[in-house]
């Protein structure tokens, strides 16, 4: 594990080499060189994938937890604070959030509108670094790509509460295969950003407009890992007057899902409405059918239960 904190560099120095205090020409030199490869380091990968799942700390800054991934472009900040279209908002780079720049050792990034946060860099492989605010006593990993290499599939299946939420409602679009159920009947669903555990399901006749949908029933949710699966997961909906209905869920497309019925073998295919967008930068830009959001969503870990596969 390689540290670039200029303090740490100065002490080991002054061990390693010098009995005395280093001149001031020294000190410039180190000064530069540190803060030059700090400056590589952070710019050398198009986007920084921040794997929230493994933060450690007991703050919080609001605008890198609400992140997806992160660029150090020419010292202009950018970030993904959707699933939706990411690696196409901003040609994958995302929206312009604030500036960064490396002064003794530290990043330095102002945010547009939180301002001035200073983090310690630590390089832990070739593409994965650490960011530590000792203000706020937290620490993010973020493991760097290419843009043309980056895994977008991962990302979505890693963080696909996230992806559920990213629209207003689900609303059904197709129903192969199957024995009738209860389920045939509900045609919309919605997950709410407020936290990850609320569903709410809807019997109203397709086309209903978004604001007019009566919701019919409520429950918890809870999203399973699969063993041996990483573009797979199973859904498990607990109604609130005591159903419960599983389904293998998987990803079709940014706007469309498929649900696999596990009991009665039914394919559910529902298409997002209502992409909620959450921005914090400058200019940034929304369709004129897109709700926007600058608050009430910010990542949390997330510990995920895993089961097995029942059908093949």
């Known amino acids: 594990m390689k540290s670039i904190k200029l303090l740490l560099l100065m002490v080991l120095t002054g061990i390693l080499f010098h009995s005395c205090t280093l001149s001031d020409g020294e000190q410039f030199e180190n000064d530069f060189q540190n803060n030059q490869y700090l400056r590589e380091i952070v710019s050398q990968y198009d986007v920084w994938y921040l794997d929230y799942h493994r933060t450690i700390g007991s703050g919080d800054i609001a605008y890198v937890s609400r992140a997806f991934t992160m660029s150090f472009v020419n010292g202009v900040l950018y970030a993904n604070n959707n699933i939706v279209d990411i690696g196409r908002t901003g040609n994958g780079f995302g929206i312009e959030i604030g500036t960064y720049d490396v002064f003794n050792g530290l990043l330095e990034i102002n945010h547009h509108l939180d301002g001035v946060y200073n983090f310690e860099v630590t390089q832990l492989s070739p593409n994965e670094i650490s960011i530590y605010n000792p203000v706020e006593n937290i620490n993010y990993y973020l493991i760097g790509y290419q843009i043309s290499q980056f895994d977008y599939d991962k990302l979505f299946y890693e963080n696909i509460e996230y992806f559920l939420q990213e629209y207003v409602d689900w609303e059904k679009i197709e129903k192969v295969g199957g024995i009738p159920t209860a389920f045939d009947n509900e045609n919309y669903m919605a997950f709410t950003p407020e936290d990850m555990t609320s569903f709410y399901s809807s019997q109203d006749t397709f086309n209903t407009q978004i604001n007019d949908i009566h919701w019919d029933f409520v429950g918890g949710y809870e999203v399973y890992d699969v063993h041996g699966y990483e573009d797979l997961k199973i859904l498990t909906l607990y109604y609130d007057h005591g159903e419960v209905e599983e389904f293998e869920l998987s990803v079709r497309n940014d706007r469309e899902i498929q649900l696999y019925h596990l009991n009665s073998k039914t394919n559910y295919w529902f298409s997002g409405r209502g992409f909620i967008y959450y921005s914090k930068g400058k200019n940034s830009k929304k369709n004129g059918k897109d709700l926007e959001?600058?608050?009430?969503?910010?990542?949390?870990?997330?510990?995920?239960?895993?089961?097995?596969r029942k059908t093949f």
């Open 293 to 308: 959001k600058n608050k009430g969503r910010k990542r949390t870990k997330v510990s995920r239960r895993k089961k097995h």
